[in-house]
């Protein structure tokens, strides 16, 4: 059976799983379903249309699943999602999506720390990182293993990729590439992430062929299309390569360079 603080506001329709334990003061809104085991510390409000796993951690403070900020908002129903074992520290905010039948969704094992906020439409990986005051706008994308520096803000539509990493206070305006990392107002792409390849188990092959795709595409001076022809020629076809291949090819807004 779930703890419930005898303060903490639940609406009766409100779907709680098995050893939930709800702080004092927490808001629960009637169309949240909770799963098992997750922990609402205190002062914690989650309400709209919003799906949380299990074993999640949410401190002190956090709103979840509100109303989007974005003034296209034309009413309807919309989603915000989330998976398990996420911590969410103290006044991190998480809106839902925009469009009616739209979602906000965050995957499992995120660690987002004090004063974060995940903006209507993100769709956030698993494994990530989001240091304090990092911001996402909406419609962002963040794939796996990415970290998200302090006082960071994130434009919206922008990509980050796979084990990128993005220097504290930086601006990104444009996607940033997978393995790298980026600094700087405006961001711009510094070098390979080096220590986070390693952290992850990346093969020495694997990190010694994304040093040869950073200096290709960010160094040569190259073109973003000549740079890939390059890559395909000269760096081994292995699956980071080809992760940043695909990732690159398939960008609309443009690499950080």
């Not at 949240?32 to 205190?42: E, P």
């Not at 996420?86 to 925009?98: A, I, K, W, Y």
């Not at 302090?150 to 084990?163: D, E, I, P, Y």
């Amino acid at each position: 059976m779930p703890d419930i603080h005898p303060s903490a506001v639940i609406h009766p329709d409100a779907t709680i799983g098995d050893d939930c334990a709800i702080g004092p003061y927490c808001v629960i809104g009637g169309n949240v379903t909770l799963g098992a085991g997750n922990r609402l510390h205190s002062h914690v409000v989650i309400d709209g249309q919003t799906k949380v796993g299990s074993d999640n951690d949410f401190f002190p403070f956090a709103s979840i699943g509100l109303k989007t900020q974005d003034l296209k908002w034309k009413g309807g129903t919309t989603w915000t999602r989330i998976g398990d074992r996420n911590t969410f520290r103290e006044n991190v905010t998480v809106h839902s999506g925009t469009g009616d039948g739209e979602a906000t969704v965050v995957g499992s094992d995120n660690h987002v720390l004090a004063y974060c906020h995940i903006a209507h439409n993100v769709e956030l990986g698993n494994h990530v990182i989001m240091s304090n005051n990092g911001t996402l706008a909406g419609h962002v994308i963040v794939e796996d293993f990415a970290i998200v520096g302090g006082l960071a803000a994130v434009h919206q539509f922008c990509r980050l990729g796979k084990m990128s990493i993005i220097g504290g206070c930086s601006k990104v305006v444009s996607d940033v590439a997978p393995y790298m990392m980026v600094d700087g107002n405006p961001a711009r792409t510094r070098m390979p992430n080096k220590i986070g390849l390693e952290r992850k188990g990346v093969s020495e092959e694997g990190r010694e062929a994304i040093r040869q795709v950073h200096r290709l595409f960010f160094r040569k001076g190259l073109t973003a299309a000549n740079a890939v022809e390059t890559i395909r020629a000269e760096v081994p076809q292995l699956p980071e390569v080809d992760h940043f291949l695909a990732f690159v090819e398939s960008s609309d807004r443009g690499i950080t360079r």
